[in-house]
């Protein structure tokens, strides 16, 4: 097991807004979370990705209990990575957007620019690398997003709401890039979603959250397309 | 009118002719409002970056306390770093009062209000995911506050150059504390005042002209970067 929870609560003020008693989460696997508007999902992949605390209960985090503090927390931000629902690029070009987890890990220089390149390649955006990442369409910036998030060859990729604003035709590119690099590279994946059908192809097993309870969180059969 | 007009064009004249007494007096003033602002943008862009950015008992109350200091008078200030540094103050045995220093003091405390208080609406202005995207991504608190603060950059330079256009034209603080002492403390504004007082008009007329090409200048660098931030 990467990730299991147990009696994970979120309030905001006295609103619980995600209760979870159980969850756990294997290695390798692509989760769809599915729910409705204000369910939990983003708060659910918040504090997946130690990036908001919860307000009760425990994780395990590759078997090892989970310390809330903020260093412990910022080392365990190293192997899991979240793309926001609309993710923003820093002021600057396409190629320094990517470049910035690889900086901050002090990968030598150029070891940085060919797994930039690699990456870039692999999102189709190889061309745009010295465009201004301001500048770029909604499918575009998806796209920069995740190469930024991917470079740091992250254990687990949190997308929340990856292809809600896109057309489907980068909707289909960045779900085969999903699905690519769980294949080849064994990232386990969990992204939230309205759309049905993008689960049937691309998750192997599908969380139900309303108003922060999960409804189903029994594994389901993988079906190919 | 014709007094204007004449004095007009010998403070023309006076400008090409490169008077040493009008450099000097514009290097004086440059000199002490740069290291003023230099000092207040120091202090105020980490200030205002760590107002803007913490979470803290008091911090409205602080925000309305900087943006009532934006107003305070120049004389306020003069007469209150006065009675620190003056013969009979507590800092009087360091002689401070009547030199540059003495300026510097009271200008930085006037904009340092300015260079806080447009830090802290420079760095509110950036969006909260820079913050989130920068942590997720394995920033620690040290990197994440570098992004943030890049983020604003244009906002902070602005910040900056609206103190160096303030205390550039102000006259209080350098007349009550640096006394207008020639070649020494004797800035573009406390020039302009004594010429007035002395009826001489073409001395002042220069520097009036040169004061108002900076502002200008100052001016049309400001908007620039208030408009880099609004993309
Ligand atoms: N920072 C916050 N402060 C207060 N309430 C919040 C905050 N963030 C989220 N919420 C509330 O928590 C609930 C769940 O939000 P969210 O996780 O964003 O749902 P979803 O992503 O499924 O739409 C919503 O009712 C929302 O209003
Ligand atoms: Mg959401």
Not at chain 1, 18 to 26: A, F, K, N, R, V
Not at chain 1, 84 to 111: A, C
């Amino acid at each position: 097991m990467l990730y299991a929870l147990s009696k994970i609560t979120r309030k905001y003020g006295s609103r619980t807004v995600l209760d979870i008693p159980l969850m756990e989460i294997e290695k390798g696997a692509i989760y769809a979370l599915l729910g409705p508007n204000g369910a939990g999902k983003t708060t659910l992949l918040n504090i997946l990705g130690f990036l908001e605390v919860p307000t009760t209960g425990d994780i395990l985090y590759s078997s090892k209990p989970v310390n809330f503090s903020e260093s412990s927390l910022q080392n365990l931000r190293k192997e899991v990575v979240m793309i926001d629902q609309h993710p923003i690029l820093f002021t600057s070009t396409v190629y320094k957007n990517v470049e910035f987890g690889l900086k901050i890990r002090r990968v030598p220089q150029k070891k940085r620019g060919i797994i930039i390149e690699e990456t870039l390649d692999l999102v189709g955006m190889r061309d745009f690398e010295q465009a201004q990442a301001h500048r770029l369409s909604g499918g575009e910036t998806q796209r920069v997003a995740l190469a930024r998030a991917l470079v740091v060859s992250p254990e687990v990729l949190l997308c929340d709401e990856p292809t809600s604003n896109l057309d489907v035709e980068n909707q289909a590119a960045i779900i085969n890039t999903l699905k690519q690099i769980n294949e080849q590279r064994k990232i386990t994946i969990m992204f939230t979603t309205h759309y049905m059908y993008q689960v049937s192809s691309l998750a192997h097993h599908t969380f139900f959250l309303d108003h922060g309870k999960l409804t189903t969180a029994q594994a389901e059969p993988f079906c190919q397309g | 009118m014709e007094l204007l007009t004449d004095s007009f064009i010998s403070a023309i004249l006076l400008i090409a002719s490169l008077d040493p007494e009008v450099f000097s007096i514009v290097w004086v003033s440059l000199k002490v409002s740069g290291i003023s602002t230099l000092i207040a943008s120091l202090m105020g862009a980490p200030l205002g970056f760590l107002i803007a950015y913490g979470s803290f008992k008091g911090k409205r109350i602080l925000i309305v306390c900087l943006n009532t200091m934006l107003a305070l008078p120049t004389v306020v200030i003069g007469l209150f770093v006065y009675s620190f540094i003056s013969r009979r103050g507590i800092f009087g045995p360091f002689d401070l009062l009547y030199t540059q220093k003495a300026i510097i003091i009271g200008q930085v405390i006037l904009i340092l209000p300015i260079v806080t208080t447009l830090t802290i609406a420079a760095i509110s202005r950036i969006d909260e995911r820079y913050r989130k995207t920068a942590m997720t991504l394995g920033a620690n608190r040290w990197q994440t506050a570098c992004v943030i603060f890049r983020e604003a950059r244009f906002g902070i330079v602005a910040a900056v150059i609206a103190a160096f256009g303030r205390v550039i034209a102000e006259v209080g603080i350098s007349m009550m504390l640096g006394g207008n002492a020639r070649g020494f403390t004797r800035t573009m504004t406390t020039a302009m005042a004594l010429e007035y007082d002395k009826g001489e008009f073409i001395l002042a007329v220069a520097l009036g002209i040169i004061l108002l090409v900076l502002s200008f200048g100052i001016n049309l660098i400001f908007h620039f970067f208030q408009g880099r931030t609004r993309t």
